[in-house]
């Protein structure tokens, strides 16, 4: 018996559980138990009728610890605070209780309603409206709002005895529902015997079928039941919890799937007094996704809303759930399923600036375009002259993406040929590029040399002129070493790593850097050391910083598009 009451004891400190089942794909069930063991249970936890009788008393349940006391002649129905969806097909509410036989005359009633207030029995103990179930000695009935269909199970119920109720009921669709109810035998330590009886029918209710949720209940009409403890509720198929004044928001069937993007949304229906600050839909390869996945923003309070799912895998099973969320909490609708589709159309990738013959080093950049994000890759990459390493822009929709060789020198010939592969492992075409030749003789101009020539900075290094005037702006040369002590290398620590654009911000994930931002204060350093005045070095590369990009561009020959990819960032490592 001490470990029947331990183990009563450990289910009271966990008054919500959650039980995963898998077995043919089903989804997870939910479970909440109220036992009774705080004497504030029923009062907190359930909303009473007109005139309560019911008590919570600390002892006198299942192993001797607290339950419900009901006085002979009780008339009351008590339904839960926390309320349950309903999102149709497919949703199973299971509720049991434990009762105690304390006389032969009266009913009792376990069930659900569509009201959580002002509830009153008939002398069944059943509520207005609601499916549920109620019995007395030797038999019972199925309630479908106080429509009973009898059953019987002679003979009677012991008086003195024990017995656990359970009632399952699973929502068919077109407001009809399957009802199975089962009555076990137990000992006062809730040890369950045998099955006493089992029966199961099928009611259509258009009440039910109609609402957005629904409220568990237990009840007493007469004199029938000394106690009642363990009420417990699990939900599965579907269906959810929703705590007291957190909103109700029902799911919307997913459409438009592709292999990388499909529609859904919501629908907020009662914000239960509480203005909705955030809605949306969450979505996860794993059941039940939550607020810790990915999820969408889409506006606040009541009413339809339309959220778009991108960046998703071909050929992929997702589970989606709209959400709600208000100052009572975050609700969440009914789970809904989807597979994407299998993406068998490869990306394609389309030249834009070819590179053959004899070109200028400063010219030797390679532009493309693709059909959709993928995968860069490089082959056959061939060098007459220096060890050469490819580098390439970020891969963007809608963008020139620019490709190099950092480390051809003048006098070398190079090709290369480039795919790309989606994430459904689809390969692109091949482009291959080259052979071009460095042209020997570049021009002698500034701009020319310091953009073209990689030999060039490991003698000479660009900086702001110590005679300049306020007026004076363009950078002047100079021969001297760099810091690091290697002529024209800067020192480890002004080596820029990241590419940056505008709207990168040190501390901060930025898409084109693909990375936290951590380098935007050093190239703000470097613009201002040569003289293209980025404004304070505070690690926000901002409107003035990136005119200062675009102004060192624009000098050093380069696309001026205030974007600092690899061609920009391999000059400016090599200016100090």
Not at 275 to 290: D, H, I, K, L, Y
Not at 359 to 371: G, P, V, W
């Amino acid at each position: 018996m001490k470990n029947i009451l331990y183990k009563k004891l450990i289910l009271g400190i966990f008054l919500f559980s959650v039980v995963f089942m898998h077995t043919n794909g089903a989804f997870a069930s939910v479970t909440t138990l109220v036992d009774f063991n705080n004497v504030n249970d029923l009062t907190d936890k359930f909303n009473s009728s007109a005139n309560p009788q019911f008590t919570n008393t600390a002892d006198g349940g299942i192993g001797g610890t607290g339950s419900i006391n009901v006085p002979l002649g009780s008339n009351e129905v008590w339904t839960t605070k926390q309320a349950y969806t309903v999102s149709g097909e497919g949703d199973i509410y299971t509720f049991s209780a434990f009762f105690k036989i304390q006389a032969n005359s009266g009913y009792g009633g376990l069930g659900f309603t569509t009201t959580t207030t002002g509830n009153s029995t008939d002398g069944f103990g059943s509520p207005q409206t609601g499916i549920g179930m109620g019995f007395h000695g030797g038999g019972g009935f199925f309630v479908n709002n106080r429509t009973n269909e009898n059953v019987s199970w002679p003979p009677d119920l012991v008086i003195g005895n024990w017995y656990k109720m359970i009632l399952r009921v699973e929502a068919l669709g077109n407001n009809q529902y399957d009802l199975n109810f089962q009555i076990y035998n137990s000992d006062a330590n809730g040890v369950l015997g045998s099955l006493k009886t089992e029966k199961t029918t099928t009611v259509t209710n258009e009440t039910v079928g109609q609402s957005n949720i629904i409220y568990g209940y237990f009840s007493a009409a007469g004199s029938r039941m000394a106690n009642i403890d363990d009420f417990e509720m699990t939900l599965a198929g579907g269906a959810t919890f929703i705590e007291a004044g957190a909103p109700i928001v029902t799911t919307i069937a997913v459409t438009d799937i592709t292999a990388n993007t499909a529609s859904s949304g919501g629908d907020v229906v009662d914000d239960q007094g509480g203005f909705v600050t955030a809605r949306g839909v969450c979505w996860s390869t794993v059941a039940e996704p939550t607020l810790e996945d990915t999820c969408t923003e889409n506006g606040t309070g009541e009413g339809i809303f339309v959220s778009e799912l991108v960046n998703l895998i071909p050929g992929t099973e997702y589970f989606i759930r709209a959400y709600a969320t208000n100052a009572s909490g975050t609700t969440y609708g009914s789970q809904r399923t989807f597979t994407t589709e299998v993406d068998n159309i490869a990306p394609t990738l389309t030249e834009i600036t070819p590179l053959s013959g004899t070109i200028d080093l400063e010219n030797a950049t390679y532009y493309f375009r693709t059909s959709e994000i993928c995968d860069l890759s490089a082959s056959n990459i061939s060098s007459t002259q220096g060890d050469v390493v490819f580098s390439a822009d970020d891969i963007a929709l809608d963008k020139d993406i620019g490709v190099t060789l950092n480390g051809m020198v003048a006098g070398g010939t190079y090709s290369f040929s480039i795919s790309c592969t989606d994430n459904a492992d689809n390969e692109s075409n091949t482009l291959h590029v080259g052979p071009f030749t460095i042209r020997k003789n570049t021009s002698s101009s500034s701009r020319s040399r310091l953009s073209g020539s990689s030999s060039f900075f490991t003698q000479m290094r660009f900086q702001q002129s110590q005679q300049a005037t306020v007026n004076q702006t363009t950078p002047t040369l100079h021969s001297t070493p760099g810091a690091s002590g290697i002529e024209g290398l800067c020192s480890s620590d002004l080596i820029l790593t990241q590419n940056l654009k505008r709207g990168a911000r040190n501390g901060v994930f930025d898409t084109f850097t693909g990375s936290i931002v951590t380098e935007a204060h050093i190239l703000q350093k470097h613009l201002n050391r040569l003289g293209f005045d980025s404004g304070p070095e505070d690690g926000i590369i901002g409107p003035l910083t990136e005119s200062a990009i675009k102004r060192m561009q624009t000098f050093l020959g380069t696309k001026s598009d205030g974007h600092v990819g690899p061609i920009t960032r391999g000059l400016i490592n090599k200016s100090c």
